[in-house]
């Protein structure tokens, strides 16, 4: 065993051996120095075994993205149960065991919020105690993110208490995908990996071949978003201003940029009610588009959000699966979702093998 001294008891004296990488040594005498200089043959190779100590759970948010890492990382999703009494409380056994495990938890904070957000503390809650040796929660969409900052008087800021729950109940470090402001990163006082759906859109609309193609930022707030992604696609940008007069109410005014004769691709992280969306894409064809495509990272897609798309005149609308689609979004032909399975499933494995995961980031 490494480490370890063990005495060796010879025929005339004694010989200390230290023993390295988990093999016996042994003493050379001459009756054996001949035979210890003998070429060593190759072994053959070992079948892999499953890795215990590294285990990938779910909520019950988005089983399906889970299911889908699993399968790309070729591992079985560990076994957790989770039922609700009467009453709506929430019950979770973990049914493995975890002792000195490198753990990932995948779970979306997506409708209903609140609901998901705890299952997912108290799953890493259960791990703690379990004596998981590291906890990180995989959330796919980070809810609450839109509420990060005092913008009125007397309001919480909601993210910054989500980062610090997820702290106290155990997490280690926490894998996100496109934040809705890359500083809500700071609200946490462990590490976390920020990836980007951008890699998974941008291979898609490269397919398409799309002629003279501008991408539309819907806001200035998504600016560095539009302009990494027109870098990609290299393609011109424009940006539409708005004013929100209320909550999930926007006015869109005017378009900066020339769109006319152009084929628009508007670019955001999370579709909501659809409202700026479905207004951008009025405002760019009024400024001389000739076509409107859309593509988010997160489809929240609440309220009437499907029906003003299907009714509007975008071209088509992509989205990830990083947030599960509805029936009435799956039937939508409209909507077309892309898998990021692989691109988690990637990022996880770095992490688990302490390796960069900054290439996925190009």
């Keep these: 065993m490494t480490g370890c001294w063990y005495l ?13 990488s988990y093999e016996m040594a042994t003493t050379i005498t001459p009756a054996n120095k001949d035979k210890a200089q003998e070429p060593k043959t190759e072994r053959r190779g070992v079948r892999p075994r499953r890795d215990e100590k590294f285990k990938i759970f779910s909520g019950t948010a988005n089983e399906p993205l889970t299911d889908e890492i699993c399968s790309f990382l070729g591992m079985p999703r560990a076994q957790a149960h989770l039922t609700r ?14 002792r000195g495990a490198d753990v990932f938890v995948v779970q979306p904070t997506s409708f209903p919020v609140d609901q998901h957000l705890l299952e997912l503390l108290l799953m890493i809650d259960a791990l703690k105690r379990a004596s998981a040796r590291r906890i990180t929660p995989v959330i796919p969409y980070f809810g609450y993110a839109r509420q990060d900052r005092k913008d009125k008087p007397r309001v919480p800021v909601s993210s910054k208490l989500v980062a610090d729950l997820l702290t106290t109940a155990g997490a280690n470090r926490a894998l996100m995908v496109d934040l809705h402001a890359p500083q809500i990163q700071g609200f946490f006082n462990i590490p976390v990996d920020h990836l980007f759906a951008s890699p998974v859109l941008v291979d898609y609309f490269r397919k ?5 193609l501008t991408v539309v930022s819907p806001d200035a707030g998504g600016v560095e978003r539009a302009r990494f992604f027109a870098k990609k696609m290299e393609a011109p940008m424009a940006i539409v201003d708005k004013r929100r007069t209320e909550m999930n109410v926007s006015e869109v005014m005017y378009v900066i940029g020339d769109v006319h004769g152009r084929t628009c691709l508007i670019l955001d992280d999370i579709i909501d009610t659809a409202g700026t969306l479905v207004k951008t894409a009025e405002a760019l064809l009024q400024a001389g588009a000739t076509k409107v495509y859309a593509c988010a990272s997160h489809p929240v897609l609440s309220g009437q959000a499907i029906e003003r798309i299907s009714k509007s005149r975008l071209e088509q609308v992509v989205v990830t699966n990083t947030i599960p689609l509805t029936s009435a979004g799956k039937a939508e ?16 494995q770095s992490i688990h093998e302490e390796t960069s995961v900054s290439t996925l980031f190009a």
């Design 8 to 20: 060796v008891v010879g025929n005339a004296s004694w010989h200390l051996v230290l023993v390295k």
């Design 85 to 98: 009494f009467s009453d709506g409380e929430v019950y979770i056994q973990i049914l493995e065991n975890v």
């Design 208 to 212: 398409l071949q799309l002629a003279d």
């Design 333 to 348: 032909s409209k909507i077309k979702v892309l898998s990021i399975a692989g691109l988690i499933a990637r990022a996880i």
